[in-house]
């Protein structure tokens, strides 16, 4: 089976019903839908037009993308010819770009009118293999007549992804994801989350990521359900939607339940959520008391699951059962998971370790890095392969449940958004005058964590000068939102870095 052939079955079954609508909060009145008979027509004209510009099974097509039904349309008709989607993090910049299109080899890039500024730096630089760059918002520049597309064989284990993460050594690695990866994160979480095909999910999260590709865009396409696509949060018309009956299913990162939280905290009435039948969180820590608060102003509980790029879903709360504040609860469907020590040795319920995880769901490996990926395995005494998340995690002796700790690799996570201290350490270094850099996570209220940089210079250092440069090379949300200077960093006997003995105040 491939990830076509599941979400034909919606087609076949319900084709007039709306599959995808579509809106900008900017743009009241101006809304798209749809019916799944609508969507898979547009989606075998695209693939033909695709097929006549050279795109063949494995090829990679990126797409630089805000939330869009292109998005969507495109990216169905990329895997129906067996090629293989690269999203990219719509907020990286010119340097972040370059790295995932020269890396994958992208034959095509798919973006958007609105990216023009970003795109006319990337053109000046180069755009590595890319042979077009397509704008989906002018199809009539590209997408020809009618076509038909040719069939194409595809099978689960070929590509349908390539996921850049962000990279610890600050390169991102591209996390392949075969068509069975997906199927079986997609088809664990139907049962596990009971979708059903009266499901309507309003979806905010970006596409781009695993968050709202895999858990809320392929779950809804597989029921049949329909999916009301965002192209970002919006506070009151979330809170309009769900308290109107306008979704069944609810997506969001802590950072969203948080400003949720405060703004319903005001409300008098309460909004009316009773025709909510599920709300999830993840992609980072749900503190308890967002969680609990929730509960209080809104009578429902939070679902709290926990996934990665490169496994797509791994543990969730239970859908009919207590759902535990702080916990990601147990493994879904078809996912083995195991807490070991730095030896590798399982550890005993209550004791800590990394979480190890295996199943149809973890991906293949990393693109062209053999390195890396044989460093993200290791395997059993039972000849076993298992996948090293990096994340730390207990298991409770009573319940069954899982607790994260904490990322080994000190992953800084801003609002849902992964970011790798190293990789802002090196670009700080570029800067004249800085000599040392060290990056780590300081907490936050509304976002969970954000970078604050301390740094090593030889003589001032201008530091609206700097800010200006760090904005030229990464995404907003890696922005260091405080610096301090200190005369040396802390390092062991080895040389290593500190962390941990750097001020927190
Ligand atoms: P990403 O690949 O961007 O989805 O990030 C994956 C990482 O996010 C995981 O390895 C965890 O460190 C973190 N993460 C995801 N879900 C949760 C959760 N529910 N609680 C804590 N951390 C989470």
Redesign the pocket.
């Known amino acids: 089976m491939n990830l076509s052939t599941l979400f034909a079955i919606a087609l076949e079954r319900s084709p007039d019903k709306v599959a995808l609508e579509f809106s900008e909060v900017a743009q009241p009145g101006s809304v798209e839908t749809y019916s799944y008979r609508e969507l898979y027509a547009a989606v075998a004209r695209w693939a033909g037009a695709f097929q006549q510009m050279g795109v063949q099974k494995g090829d990679r097509i990126a797409f630089f993308l805000g939330n869009r039904p292109e998005f969507v349309i495109a990216y169905l008709a990329v895997i129906r010819l067996g090629a293989v989607m690269v999203p990219v993090n719509l907020r990286y910049r010119k340097r972040e770009i370059n790295h995932i299109l020269h890396d994958c080899t992208a034959k095509l890039l798919l973006t958007e009118t609105a990216q023009q500024p970003v795109l006319d730096e990337l053109e000046a630089d180069n755009l590595a293999d890319v042979e077009r760059v397509l704008l989906v918002d002018s199809p009539e520049e590209w997408l020809g007549g009618e076509t038909v597309p040719a069939p194409v064989v595809v099978q689960g284990e070929d590509l349908a992804l390539i996921m850049y993460?962000s990279g610890t050594t600050g390169r991102s690695k591209g996390a392949m994801l075969t068509h069975n990866n997906v199927l079986a994160t997609v088809t664990g979480l139907l049962s596990a989350w009971a979708w059903a095909e009266e499901d309507v999910i309003l979806l905010p999260l970006p596409l781009f990521?695993?968050?709202g590709l895999m858990v809320g865009l392929h779950c809804a396409l597989a029921a049949g359900a329909t999916t009301r696509l965002r192209p970002k949060f919006d506070l009151a018309e979330t809170l309009d939607v769900l308290g109107s009956g306008g979704a069944t299913l609810y997506f969001a990162v802590p950072t969203i339940y948080f400003r949720l939280v405060e703004r319903i905290r005001e409300m008098t009435p309460k909004p009316d959520f009773s025709r909510m039948r599920l709300f999830c969180?993840?992609?980072?820590?749900?503190p308890a008391e967002t969680h609990n608060e929730f509960e209080q102003l809104t009578g429902l509980r939070i679902l709290?699951?926990?996934?990665?790029?490169?496994t797509g879903m791994n543990f969730s709360n239970p859908y009919a059962g207590p759902r535990l504040a702080g916990t990601?609860g147990t493994p879904l469907p078809g996912v083995f998971g195991r807490i070991v020590d730095g030896q590798g040795n399982p550890v005993q319920p209550g004791e800590e370790g990394e979480m190890l995880v295996r199943g149809s769901n973890v991906f293949d490996g990393y693109w062209r890095d053999p390195e890396k990926t044989a460093a993200s395995f290791s395997t059993d005494a039972k000849g076993i392969r298992w996948f090293h998340?990096?994340?730390l995690a207990r298991q409770d002796p009573e319940t069954g449940y899982v607790t994260?700790l904490g990322?080994r690799h000190e992953?800084i996570?801003c609002g849902?958004?992964?970011i790798y201290p190293r990789e802002i350490e090196e670009m700080l270094c570029t800067f004249a005058g800085v000599v040392e850099a060290a990056v780590v996570g300081m907490a936050h209220p509304e976002w969970g964590e954000v970078p604050a940089a301390f740094l090593v210079c030889d003589g001032a250092v201008d530091e609206e000068a700097l800010i200006t440069y760090c904005r030229g090379q990464l995404a907003s949300f890696k922005l260091p939102k405080r610096f301090r200077y200190i005369e040396a960093l802390p390092r062991n006997a080895m040389g290593k870095v500190q962390k941990h003995l750097l001020p927190r105040d």
């Not at 969180?281 to 749900?286: E, F, I, V």
């Not at 709290?304 to 490169?310: I, K, P, S, W």
């Open positions: 993460t990521h695993t968050h969180s993840g992609s980072a820590p749900l709290e699951r926990y996934g990665m790029t490169e990601v998340t990096g994340d994260l990322r992953l996570i849902g958004f992964n």
